[in-house]
């Protein structure tokens, strides 16, 4: 077996991954990176919407900031993220979003002056400063307070994956394409790389390094119909989880999106809504402002997509022979809007529904999106049991998304987490050393060989396509929007009995290289304790928090519930995941729980809850009237950063405060402004 020897090894060549490396590489670091497929084919990009920032460019943005960003990522998680992260990635999205700039990305740009949006579906003129013209862009998004989602048409994530992707080509980082890692290479305390397996010719190869970052994605394949790319099965997670050591977090947080078009799945983006267009039932009725009088089509996804789905069950659904479904109304913006801001959107209609969604109504309905959970990680990146493993983006449980995630908070990870956790891999690369035992590589790698040497020439005789999509089948039917404990148990029951026949799969390809079969059999049995750690976590919760929504549970219970699930599984032969909880301290959080904003306030409260508040107040009054924003946020609850990314940042808002005072003195003084 070849051995290849790096510094950094990053698995997955998304955004995240590629940002990872970049930020090795700067360093002077030997860095590899491994990729199912071409890194520009990335799952990455397919976001279309856009990536919030708070730069506060528009009228819209104005008096957006880090604290109004954290808030609204806070609250938009059910008070189920890590505010310590949530903190990190406000206060790092602005820098993030103009280093992009700089390395390429054609963000849209304000135009000053006079221009016509839709607000609440009617006409509205805004008028953008002078001082704006030129300026990074930002349109509304679901959950946000402000206009943050700064974007580049409907194409946000091509764009990005291919500045980011061409940066990285420009500092020579090798990405070794069509490569799958299946096991994770540790001695219980250290990890030391993976085993890999070349998707071409079959060949397994051993990558050592100091640190190994994955960053391989969400796991929306495990479900029957998703938004996700096909290569989003969870592999990632499934090996991490196969260690017995390394823990995944809080797996059960699934985020369905309101509007994927029916009955494929392919995402319309929240741009959509965002840019002023609504939902209506099968009567051509608005039906948002009923359930959300205030945020309407642009609550939080998870609001959204519970509402769309109680709507249909009082019959409201157009009724169609892939079952009932909701309408899509972007008409209203206007056909250049259309073709200029969604254009991603109507090629999509065009090509998969044969329709024109500047004067046709687009059929959707919620649909499994995006994996909240992943392998859990500290503030650093780093898996708290495994050093040296670290992750990233949707394949990981930093955790600044809780159990929702606000639209354009995702891609946003994938570049600003892959930027801080980037430079903690760097320095952790710097300062580790690592002794390479070579009996412990070939363990690992004679574990794989045996796993394909038994599915290849054993006698199984289990179908891996029939496997999947029984599982597939079971997580969309009893594991989706609205949960309850009988439907759970029915899941958790029928995937062991899944997982216990995968087993004794079979091959009918005998195949060692370019074989899909055996591709999806040893994908399958990861895919399947993936899959149990999502459903014996929703079993398990007796609440509903964010798109955790238990039907026979229906209160966010902060008393008992306000933690992490972290799965671990217990031993190769095992038929489900081991649960444990980390509890989220209340005493050291910025914004205590409460009321979210949406339908009724029925939260059991924390007991610490009240505490904190009166704690938070003291603090505040302790420190006076002439503490800033910046010195209030400190002494709450401070937070670490690398020291380049520190820095305050910017605005526009800052800038005609200044030019004003400059104005103001200058006509005091009598004198003339420069």
Request: aromatic share 6%; hydrophobic share 35%.
């Amino acid at each position: 077996m070849k051995i290849i020897y790096t510094d950094s090894l990053v698995v997955g060549a998304g955004l995240a991954g590629l940002r990872v490396a970049i930020a090795a590489k700067e360093r002077g670091l030997d860095t590899v990176v491994l990729s199912l497929i071409p890194a520009k084919r990335s799952h990455s990009s397919a976001a279309q919407g856009g990536m919030q920032a708070s730069l506060g460019n528009t009228v819209k943005g104005m008096g957006d900031n880090e604290d109004v960003h954290f808030q609204d990522t806070v609250k938009g998680s059910d008070w189920g993220c890590d505010q310590d992260v949530a903190r990190m990635f406000a206060h790092c999205a602005p820098k993030a979003v103009r280093e992009l700039a700089n390395w390429g990305v054609p963000w849209t740009r304000v135009t000053k002056g006079d221009r016509q949006v839709i607000v609440n579906a009617e006409k509205v003129t805004i008028t953008e400063a002078e001082q704006a013209h030129g300026l990074i862009n930002a349109r509304d998004f679901g959950g946000t307070k402000k206009w943050r989602t700064c974007y580049t048409a409907d194409g946000t994530g091509h764009s990005l994956l291919y500045a980011v992707d061409n940066k990285a080509i420009s500092m020579d980082i090798p990405v070794h394409e069509r490569m799958e890692a299946l096991k994770i290479i540790h001695d219980g305390k250290r990890c030391h790389g993976v085993i890999a397996r070349c998707l071409i010719t079959g060949e397994l190869r051993a990558y050592i390094a100091k640190s190994t970052t994955m960053a391989t994605g969400g796991y929306g394949r495990i479900y029957e119909v998703s938004t996700n790319a096909i290569i989003c099965e969870g592999v990632g997670q499934g090996i991490v989880l196969e260690t017995g050591v390394a823990t995944l977090g809080n797996m059960e947080a699934v985020q369905f999106h309101p509007t994927a078009i029916v009955p494929v799945g392919i995402l319309t983006t929240e741009g959509c809504r965002g840019d002023g267009g609504i939902l209506r039932d099968k009567d051509g009725h608005r039906f948002m402002p009923e359930y959300e009088p205030e945020k309407k089509e642009l609550a939080s996804r998870d609001v959204v997509s519970r509402r769309m789905t109680e709507h249909m069950r009082k019959g409201k659904g157009v009724e169609s022979i892939y079952g009932p479904h909701l309408w899509l109304d972007i008409t209203l913006l206007g056909r250049k809007h259309v073709e200029t801001n969604l254009r991603e959107v109507k090629e999509i209609c065009e090509n998969f529904l044969g329709i024109d969604p500047a004067k046709d109504w687009i059929p959707v309905r919620p649909t499994q999106h995006y994996s909240m959970g992943g392998i859990r990680t500290t503030a650093t990146g780093e898996s708290p049991q495994l050093s040296g493993l670290f992750s990233v983006g949707e394949a990981a449980c930093w955790d600044m998304h809780g159990f929702n995630r606000l639209g354009g908070n995702s891609l946003a990870e994938t570049v600003v987490g892959g930027m801080i956790i980037g430079k903690y891999v760097a320095d952790y690369c710097e300062t580790a050393t690592l002794e390479i035992d070579t009996q412990l590589i070939e363990q690992f790698g004679e574990e794989l060989a045996g796993e394909i040497d038994q599915l290849v020439d054993g006698d199984g005789t289990e179908n891996p396509f029939e496997i999947k999509q029984q599982m597939q089948q079971v997580m969309m039917d009893y594991v989706g929007i609205f949960r309850n404990g009988e439907e759970l148990t029915k899941a958790v029951d029928v995937l062991k009995s899944l997982l216990q026949r995968a087993k004794n799969i079979g091959l009918k390809c005998k195949k060692r290289h370019a074989n899909p079969e055996l591709v999806e059999a040893l994908r399958v049995r990861r895919m399947l304790k993936v899959a149990l750690t999502v459903a014996c976590g929703a079993n398990a919760r007796t609440e509903s928090r964010g798109a955790h929504s238990r039907e026979d549970y229906p209160q966010r219970n902060d008393r008992e519930w306000l933690n992490r699930t972290l799965s671990s599984w217990p031993n190769a032969n095992a038929l489900e995941p081991m649960l444990s909880y980390e509890q989220l301290d209340v005493m050291k959080m910025e914004l205590p729980p409460g009321y979210r904003g949406y339908g009724n306030d029925n939260a059991i409260a924390h007991p610490d809850t009240e505490k904190r508040e009166a704690q938070i107040s003291q603090i505040l009054s302790e420190l006076g009237d002439d503490a800033d924003r910046h010195q209030q946020q400190a002494a709450i609850m401070p937070f670490e950063l690398p020291e380049s990314l520190r820095p305050h940042n910017e605005r526009l808002e800052d800038s005609l405060s200044q030019t004003s005072e400059k104005t103001d003195k200058s006509t005091v003084s009598g004198g003339a402004s420069e």
